[in-house]
């Protein structure tokens, strides 16, 4: 004979356990959908170039040592080094930097008193002391969508224009 007091259902425990282990598989799963979601190329190399500015800054004081960040106008790389690196160990760095995405080039990076470099490399340095080189970095997409990317020297936080800016006079 059945008990008619018996109850169907789940235990708060039971549903405790069971959306603590989907919590767990959607945190290894959505990082993966972001990655293949992402059309814009242009805000994820925007990202990587704003943190790795900000990272830079911060390594360079703390640990007392001069990072530069290399772009390669030609190979579309980025790559960082420092001060007490070889230049073995500089040139394998370039070979395995950050590779801008295939719509994307550096039309070229602009310096206060240096000018224009287009071509080559470019070296934008992180001082010990916590300030950096002044520079313009100008990107552009295959849509011709041009963007400029301004570092300051005292400021810890890259600044991003939707267009070309230049250091003027």
Request: glycine letters at 8%.
């Amino acid at each position: 004979m059945l008990n008619s007091n018996q109850k169907n259902g789940f235990t708060l425990i039971e549903l405790v356990v069971v959306m603590f282990l989907f919590g767990i598989m959607l945190s290894f799963t959505i990082p993966r959908f972001q990655d293949a979601i992402e059309t814009d190329k242009t805000n994820k190399f925007s990202r990587w170039l704003m943190l790795k500015g900000q990272a830079l800054k911060e390594s360079a004081l703390r640990g007392k040592t001069r990072y530069t960040l290399h772009i390669g106008m030609d190979s579309g790389t980025l790559w960082v080094s420092n001060e007490s690196m070889t230049e073995e160990a500089i040139l394998e760095l370039e070979e395995n930097g950050y590779k801008l995405p295939e719509d994307l080039r550096v039309l070229d990076v602009e310096y206060p008193e240096k000018g224009i470099v287009s071509m080559g490399r470019a070296d934008i340095c992180f001082y010990k002391n916590g300030y950096s080189d002044k520079v313009l970095i100008h990107i552009e997409d295959d849509d011709g969508n041009q963007r400029t990317f301004l570092i300051e020297p005292f400021l810890s936080k890259i600044k991003r224009y939707e267009e070309y800016v230049g250091f003027e006079g």
